[in-house]
């Protein structure tokens, strides 16, 4: 099951909120349901791509659907399989604004904001040292999605080639993009790529984020952005495309808004190549600024981005739904 499926389980639980979980052990090829004695008295949460949920006719006291999908349209044949599913729900909840605002006009169910999260003793804040070689991250799977090919070029851009700067760019796997990338900026000998898998999300912290001085996030849609929401934790300034989730997450306080190109990949925005090399610049330039931004960014983290924050904005509507009261 998903990273964020046990997370909000655990933090559902620890909140007091009695969470059984239907698979406890084992993966896809091994795990063997577990069924409460009384299924009849419990909500039924179902998580992830509803293309692989296989409702039940128990539906208990009702039927949730958590999709952290983002701004989509469902007008293609998968698209038509997933509002089957979707409308078979009492009620939805999405991760962002951005999904629920693009959602909503295309199904029945009400459709709620839970957003996602992660959990603060993972990643404590990091006292950094800003004043030597500042480095530059870009870390999730390397993809155009993510803006991966956006960030190398605008750091060549603005810094290429300078000794005390560096732009890190890890994936935890080598995609197409992320061959193609490395082997077009080989020359450049302060940008370096990092194919690493960490075993155990204890040592995301330390593996990651913590001898790095700002992100690089210039992701075009995220249901949310988990790796953003990491770094803000550890108290990691950022450079964030003002778009999708993000909106939510991020706040200026916290590093520098990204702008969009003026330019569409289909419906999403495309971040400006340039934009975000100024940023970088200014960013080497004014590292004064950059403690008080990663201190203000894990603030925001601890305030708004858990899980429990994300529960208790959703708890009014699992209430409602548990007592028949929804209308």
Known sequence: MAISHDELRDALNRMGIECFDEYPDGDGRTAVRHVPDHPEEYLTMWYGDPTLWEFDEERGRGVVAYTRCCETTLDTRQGMAIKHQLNQCDVIFVASNVAKKSLSPQLLPDIHVLSGGAVPEMFPCVERDFSGRLVFLHVGAVHQRKGSDVTCKAFVEALGGKADVELRVISPGRTELFSELEERYASIPNMVFVDRIVDGRWLVCDEFYADVHCLVYPSITEGWGRC???????????????????????HESCGWWLEPSGVKDGIYDLPDADDLARKMLYVYSHRNELRQKGINAHRRAIRYLTWEYGITQATPVLEKIYNGTKN
């Open 228 to 250: 953003l929401t990491e770094a803000m934790f550890t108290g990691l300034p950022s450079i964030c495309f003002r778009a999708s989730a993000m909106l939510d997450q991020f």
